[in-house]
Each structure stands twice: as structure tokens, then as C-alpha cells.
């Protein structure tokens, strides 16, 4: 049996999970989706056997500022940026791979620790469909729990403010995260992710690619479609503040 993951990472792990998301105002809407993610120790990526590599890939330049020469580099710039130096210390990763050449990741998280393993933070990577990343740097408590102001555009239909109420517990046998938007005066809206854990076998990803195919390109495909029907129901698009780059995103 798998434990619940120490600060020193483990082998790489799947999670098949459910996606769900709630909204309550200015009309009530849900979604659930099913996908699967990938946790994996960025110092050492998953190299699958090169005929199934199309079918998960894990790339610098689908990450923060996408200029650094791994993943880890760049989270370790992202942190060097806001004080904070884990000086060599393991990281625990949450994410979509690359899958056939797409890549979409709304929400990556990176469980940082010290290099007695001591727990440091959680950053929080979001990116939105209209190619955009924004990092939140978090320092949660005992519980996973953090909160942190709304910095970055993500729903046309809503704007930027309000807090963001995120509870993030490292990832063991379950997979169960929170994060809800909280705004002055309006309903909050909860986004939830559940899954458990499977081990990274071959047979294990082949069961998963065949059930999900194109399963990052399914996810922003239906964050498109139900955009639609939001907005075919009459909310508003909030307008998009000045155009964020990959290359300027922190």
C-alpha cells in the first residue's frame, strides 16, 4: 500500500480525479469533469519508453516564465523573487503532462520544503485560456489552508478581486483539494479536485490515455464550452485587464 507522501518524493504517482466547479451568483451553475494528473518530483521528471512519450511529456516552457532550462529552475527563479530559497530542498509537483503535444495546466501546485524537509510554502501556478500564467506564492497551515487576494484574470465572467480561501493538503492515498473565490457581497465560488492514487505504471497510464484520450485538450475544451453556455444564459464577460505574457507572468 501507498503512503501519504513524505517531503522526500517518492516515485512519480497518477491520480484519476473529478474536477468540479460551483457558482452560485449571478445564476446558479455546475460542472464536473473527469480527468487525471500527475504527481512527480520535478528534480526528476517521468521518462516513459520512447513509444508512449507522446503520451506524457514534462516541459520548462510550459511553466512560469517557460525561459528556464527546467521546471526546477524555474520555481526555484519564482521563489528567489519573493525571498525565499529552499536550498536544494524536495518539491512535490501536481500537474496535466503534455499529452500528443497539448498541454493545459489551469492549476499546477509545487509542495516546496527545506532541506531537512521541514515544509516551507506552496506555490500555486494558474494559467488561463487565453495563454496566460500568474503565480501565488502560499504559506499555509497545519491543515493545507491559505488565503491570498485575487491577482489574475481567469472567468470572462468574473473580475479580478476578492480572496481566494485555498486549502492544498499534499497529496497521500487521496487527492483533496479546495479553492474557493470569495467576493464582497456575492456567493463564494468553490472549485474542487478528488481523486486516488495510482501508481505510475505503464499499464496504469495506458488504462488512463485510452479512457481520457486527449485528456488536456478535453479540459480546456470544455472550459470553452461551458463559457459558451454561461454566457448563452446571459452573465456578463467582465473585461480583461492589460494583457499578461508568459514572459512577464511571476
Known amino acids: 500500500m501507498v503512503t501519504a507522501p513524505t517531503a522526500r518524493p517518492g516515485p512519480p504517482a497518477l491520480y484519476p480525479c473529478t474536477i ?32 508512449l512519450r ?19 529552475a524555474a520555481l526555484d527563479g519564482f521563489l528567489a523573487e519573493h525571498g525565499v530559497d529552499l536550498r536544494g530542498g524536495p518539491v512535490l509537483m501536481l500537474a496535466h503532462a503534455r499529452v500528443l503535444g497539448h498541454v493545459f495546466n489551469p492549476l499546477t501546485l509545487y509542495w516546496c520544503h527545506g ?59 487521496r487527492l483533496n483539494l479546495t479553492v474557493r473565490l470569495e467576493r464582497p457581497g ?32 478535453a479540459v480546456s475544451a470544455a472550459i470553452r464550452f461551458h463559457g459558451i453556455r454561461l454566457y448563452l444564459r446571459g452573465l456578463e464577460v467582465q473585461p480583461r485587464p492589460g494583457r499578461r505574457t508568459p514572459e512577464s507572468a511571476t
Open 115 to 173: 532541506p531537512d524537509g521541514a515544509p516551507r510554502c506552496v506555490v500555486a501556478e494558474v494559467h488561463n485560456t487565453y495563454g496566460q500564467r500568474h503565480a501565488y506564492l502560499l504559506h499555509t497551515d497545519a491543515s493545507g489552508t491559505a488565503r491570498t487576494g485575487k491577482e489574475f484574470y481567469v472567468s470572462p465572467f468574473l473580475p479580478v478581486d476578492g480572496q481566494y480561501h485555498m486549502r492544498l493538503p499534499p497529496p497521500g492515498e
Open 20 to 51: 468540479t466547479h460551483v457558482r452560485r451568483a449571478p445564476k446558479r451553475y455546475a460542472l464536473r469533469h473527469r480527468t487525471y494528473m500527475w504527481l512527480i518530483d520535478p528534480d526528476r521528471p517521468p521518462r516513459l519508453p520512447r513509444p
Open 54 to 72: 507522446p503520451l506524457a511529456r514534462f516541459r520548462a516552457r510550459d511553466h512560469f516564465t517557460g525561459r528556464a532550462p527546467s521546471i526546477r
Open 186 to 217: 456575492s456567493p463564494p465560488f468553490t472549485a474542487t479536485v478528488h481523486g486516488t492514487r495510482r501508481a505510475a505504471t505503464v499499464p496504469a497510464l495506458l488504462r488512463l490515455a485510452l479512457r481520457r484520450p486527449w485528456s488536456t485538450l
